[in-house]
């Protein structure tokens, strides 16, 4: 075992996500499956006690120890993808998986796991700072999954309208 590991609680399914893990994101594996000696809280003696894994190359430990804990919005992975193509099959993995969409490229994962899917164009927009910052993070606030072409074109400065417009006819009944 190396000297840090991210270790995610889980109720009791911890193989089940390292597996969806797995196949889904690139440079990720399901390593040794530990069976608990004895019963625990939330398990019995033979149950999967923890799993090792990896995700984008990150290490990771399951571990299923009943619904005492849960995910929270504190911890996220941070998912960089090259392009539209990449950034929708990661949000429509975990989505369609019993996820659930947010706000500002964030979804959660059918187990309450927060995942942050972010094209890099987005993350080097905001590090250059000024303008070009604002107009991207105005644009990302009115997002849920990121697109790609609205990043580029607030890059820009293009004008992107975030509300659609209407013909309205104002009449005075005085």
Request: with cysteine; glycine share 8%.
């Amino acid at each position: 075992m190396k000297k840090n590991t991210v270790c995610l609680w889980y109720d009791h399914d911890a193989e089940e996500a390292a597996r969806f893990y797995a196949q889904t994101f690139p440079d990720s594996t399901v390593g040794a499956v530990h069976r608990a000696p004895s019963d625990f809280p939330g398990g019995k003696a033979g149950d999967v006690l923890t799993v090792e894994f990896t995700v984008c190359g990150v290490l990771c430990l399951g571990l299923n120890g009943g619904d005492t804990f849960k995910h929270s919005e504190a911890f996220s992975f941070q998912i960089a993808t090259d392009d539209q193509t990449e950034t929708d099959r990661y949000w429509e993995a975990i989505v369609d998986n019993g996820g659930v969409e947010s706000e500002c490229g964030w979804c959660k994962d059918k187990w309450g796991l927060s995942w942050q899917i972010t094209p890099r164009v987005l993350t080097e927009a905001m590090a250059s700072g000024g303008d070009v910052a604002k107009r991207t993070f105005e644009a990302m606030m009115e997002m849920q999954k990121i697109d790609v072409a609205k990043i580029e074109a607030a890059v820009r400065g293009d004008s992107v309208p975030n509300v659609p417009s209407y013909d309205v006819e104002i009449v005075d009944y005085h």
